[in-house]
């Protein structure tokens, strides 16, 4: 299983000359199987690219989506292979108890924020709430948990054989922990990211920037870092960028992550591709 990083930028997009290692798109990454064939997960600006270079598939794609504020969903317009003909897209999304994904997904990709509606898009489009218990897609099996963030939101859970990739990219697990970490059982996502050999997860701010933004929905550095001790996973990538943190700050805040746990981690980049 390849893991491929297409966007990791949190909030809103942020490119410039000051983002250029990290990069400024938003959130997105590509899961490829042994076989070839692909999950992507979220549909953040950075899933423009990734659509060129998929080109037209030979079979299904399928995307999921942790949850559907802007930064997540707004390169779904930009997705190429939604456009064309013959093509079977399936779109997986948190589920609501008032209002279907559809609808939901409508309100953006539609007139006056969008110029094409869902039901104008070349692709035969199929949506779906995300698998609340383990589901083949392909080659992998995947698993949907909600997570604390404002909204309805799930983090995932892939595996393909014995290896597994977990990603919670928009999450809180410190919210209303006087001291994190607790336990594992009450900790939120921690049934997703156990003993995974990947972890994707929300690295938002620094400890300082977070004691003001509690209740956000984001990690600061030090908690994505006890999140994983305490999930014992293999390795931690950090994800969802500050848009105000530029490459020298990230920098410096993984090197301050890297000097306080044995965990491994790799700085989520643009371009970086991880092998599970």
Excluded at 72 to 83: A, D, E, M, R, S
Excluded at 95 to 103: A, E, G, I, Q, Y
Excluded at 171 to 187: D, K, M, N, V, Y
Aim: net charge negative; proline share 8%.
């Amino acid at each position: 299983m390849k893991v491929t990083l297409w966007g990791t930028r949190g909030s809103l997009a942020s490119a410039g000359p000051e983002t250029i290692r990290y990069g400024g798109n938003t959130a997105c990454v590509e899961v490829r199987a042994d076989d070839g064939s692909i999950l992507i997960l979220d549909a953040g600006s950075g899933i423009r690219r990734l659509g060129e270079s998929i080109g037209t598939p030979d079979g299904p794609i399928h995307i999921l989506l942790t949850h559907l504020h802007l930064d997540h969903i707004q390169g779904l317009g930009f997705f190429g292979p939604l456009f064309r003909g013959g093509v079977e897209v399936h779109l997986w999304g948190p589920p609501s108890t008032t209002t279907d994904l559809r609808t939901r997904l409508g309100r953006y990709l539609s007139p006056p924020l969008f110029p094409v509606r869902l039901r104008d898009l070349g692709a035969r489009l199929v949506l779906h709430d995300a698998p609340a218990t383990a589901t083949a897609i392909g080659p992998f099996v995947v698993r949907a948990d909600l997570v604390i963030h404002p909204g309805p939101t799930v983090g995932y859970r892939i595996a393909e054989g014995h290896r597994t990739l977990a990603y919670l990219p928009d999450h809180e697990p410190a919210l209303g922990a006087p001291i994190f970490p607790s336990s594992r059982r009450w900790t939120s996502g921690i049934g997703l990211a156990r003993d995974a050999e990947i972890l994707i997860h929300d690295a938002q701010y620094t400890a300082g920037e977070y004691p003001p933004r509690s209740g956000w929905g984001h990690s600061s550095s030090e908690q994505v870092v006890a999140f994983a001790e305490l999930a014992s996973v293999g390795q931690l990538v950090t994800f969802h960028h500050d848009p105000g943190h530029d490459d020298t700050a990230l920098d410096a805040l993984h090197e301050a992550m890297a000097g306080t746990t044995n965990v491994r981690i790799q700085p989520g980049r643009e371009g970086l591709s991880v092998s599970v």
